[in-house]
């Protein structure tokens, strides 16, 4: 059995060995995060609707508690976006799970969905959570208004390239990696819309180490706080325990084995090996990895919803 372990600085992931009752849930604060927080509080009071991105395939495990209290009441847009590497089922049942709990929510592929017809579904409900402060403003005799809106998610989840999509120039820097935008950009969008592009924020403690995986194996958390071998494991269990047939699918391999043993098979068959004949599993463990964060393995929801919402 995969297990989740952690250190004050470091994600391990290990085989075994640690007792539920006794390994520490990852405790983790980068200072960069902590000053993302200060920022977002510093200016959650110049906007007038938030606008939340999270990831399709994780859409809670990618959603922050953190922004729940620090937004308050702010009007808020949920945009459940990668929508291409989710399952469409459960992208649908997900998005009738958070409409009926009276969500304002779209489903967004900020990688290919750049025509007007996506920007203008945005922008309007946008709109529509502005509309009681920009009835304020006008009772108090305001009438040139521009509503502000804050982008906010976790590291990784697209809000650049989202951002550069809506506005159809590349203003902000986007990289597939977490952690590239670095500080705050105002950016305007149309006439009425100014936009605030900050940077991803992560949460200090995860309760559900499964979350912690499910964070990393989607590429929400840098690469150098966790071990990519340990990682590759826990998604192949994972896979063979919730998804069978796609490992045998792509990479035509028996499925009916230890993680270990299908990885070191996946390595065989790629051919990558070392001297002496041996397989590089840390080869192979960075290019499955690559490969599932890119939809090599088909369309995968890793949180599903049955009946109610849980991971």
Not at 194 to 212: N, Q, R, S, T, Y
Not at 252 to 266: D, R, S
Request: glycine share 10%.
């Amino acid at each position: 059995m995969l297990l989740f372990c952690g250190t004050m600085n470091k994600i391990a992931f290990r085989l075994g060995g640690c007792k539920e009752e006794g390994f520490r849930l990852v405790n983790w604060f980068p200072g960069h995060m902590a000053k993302t927080k200060r920022l977002i509080l510093e200016n959650i009071k110049l906007v007038d609707v938030v606008l939340e991105l999270v990831d399709a395939r994780l859409p809670i495990s990618s959603r922050n508690p953190l922004l729940q209290e620090i937004l308050g009441g702010k009007p808020s847009v949920l945009i459940l976006n990668k929508a291409d590497l989710a399952e469409e089922e459960e992208t649908r049942q997900w998005l009738n799970y958070y409409s009926q709990q009276g969500f304002p929510i779209l489903v967004f592929n900020a990688l290919k969905n750049q025509g007007r017809n996506e920007k203008k579904k945005i922008l309007d409900l946008v709109r529509n959570q502005a509309k009681n402060v920009l009835a304020r403003r006008l009772a108090r005799g305001i009438r040139n208004q521009v509503i502000r809106l804050m982008v906010l998610g976790i590291p990784n989840v697209g809000k650049s390239t989202m951002i550069n999509n809506l506005t159809g120039r590349g203003v902000t820097e986007t990289a597939d990696r977490p952690g590239v935008t670095r500080g705050k950009q105002w950016v305007r969008l149309e006439g009425d819309v100014e936009l605030l592009d900050m940077p991803g924020i992560l949460w200090p403690k995860f309760a559900d180490p499964v979350i912690g995986f499910k964070l990393a194996a989607t590429g929400a958390i840098r690469e150098m706080v966790y071990d990519s071998l340990e990682l590759s494991l826990w998604l192949v269990d994972w896979l063979l325990q919730h998804k069978p047939g796609r490992i045998a699918q792509r990479y035509q391999v028996e499925e009916k084995q230890e993680p270990v043993a299908v990885l070191t098979e996946i390595c065989r068959k790629r051919g990558f090996l070392v001297s002496g004949g041996e397989v590089d599993l840390e080869k192979g463990a960075g290019i499955f990895l690559a490969e599932y964060r890119g939809g090599k393995l088909g369309r995968v929801t890793m949180d599903l919803l049955t009946g109610e919402a849980k991971c």
